[in-house]
């Protein structure tokens, strides 16, 4: 069975602070990606990446970085929350084989106070 | 990337058939179309996939008409866990573009 695994399902935050959000597949995929979900506006893409230190903006990168040193694993950096950084967080992995099919972790819901 | 409309919300009841229609008039003819199922507190899951005519998996059939500017997804007798947000995409090969979706409810 895949698996996308998220650091943390809860996460509360300051204004101001460094936050780390982990990813980890066991799918062997080289893409990954980490989206935002906001009530009334779907999910929005943040960053991906197509391969291990490769990376790309997405629609909504501002205020946002990313790491990929492993294959398995990409990590979204908020380098100083904000409370508009407040949201869902997913990230998703894909196979080379099935661009259109991406695999998503279970969430992690940020509050930034 | 072409924009995709599809109805916000619907109901239905166990055991009947469910046809979420979703317009995509600026579709190119590279594009695919991919539905999503997410359930609450859960990532998206991926349904079903298409190019023209009907897909069918275990899950639920997808229908293109020739023009492809919209996609049906059905879903046969559908039961209470399918009670979900449904996502319609379009697009090539890399970026998904997910929109609102429509959020389906079943009632007993």
């Known amino acids: 069975d895949v698996k996308v695994t998220q650091s943390s399902r809860y996460l509360v935050k300051r204004t101001g602070e460094k936050v780390f959000l982990e990813c980890v597949q066991d799918?062997?995929?080289?893409?990954m990606f980490w989206y935002r979900q906001d009530p009334g506006l779907g999910l929005r893409l943040i960053y991906f990446?197509?391969?291990?230190?490769?990376?790309e903006k997405g629609d909504i990168p501002e205020g946002y970085s990313v790491s990929r040193e492993k294959k398995e694993r990409f990590s979204l950096i908020l380098e100083s929350a904000s409370t508009n950084q407040t949201s869902m967080y997913l990230c998703?992995?894909?196979?080379?084989?099935?661009?259109?099919?991406?695999?998503f972790g279970p969430g992690t819901r940020l509050t930034v106070t | 990337l072409a924009k995709t409309t599809q109805p916000i919300s619907m109901d239905s009841y166990e055991g009947q058939e469910v046809n979420i229609t979703c317009s995509h008039n600026?579709?190119?003819?590279?594009?695919?179309i991919t539905w999503y199922q997410q359930f609450p507190s859960q990532g998206p899951r991926f349904i079903i996939q298409?190019?023209?005519t009907k897909v069918t998996n275990e899950v639920a059939s997808l229908f293109i008409p020739a023009d492809r500017k919209s996609s049906t997804l059905s879903l046969p007798r559908v039961s209470l866990s399918d009670t979900a947000v449904y996502y319609c995409?379009?697009?090539?090969?890399?970026?998904?573009?997910f929109g609102t979706g429509t959020r389906l409810q079943v009632f007993p």
């Open positions: 998703a992995g894909r196979d080379r084989q099935n661009p259109y099919e991406q695999y």
């Open positions: 799918m062997d995929h080289e893409n």
């Open positions: 990446s197509y391969d291990v230190k490769m990376k």
């Open positions: 600026n579709i190119a003819t590279n594009d695919y």
């Open positions: 298409g190019y023209k």
């Open positions: 995409l379009v697009g090539a090969r890399g970026k998904l573009i």
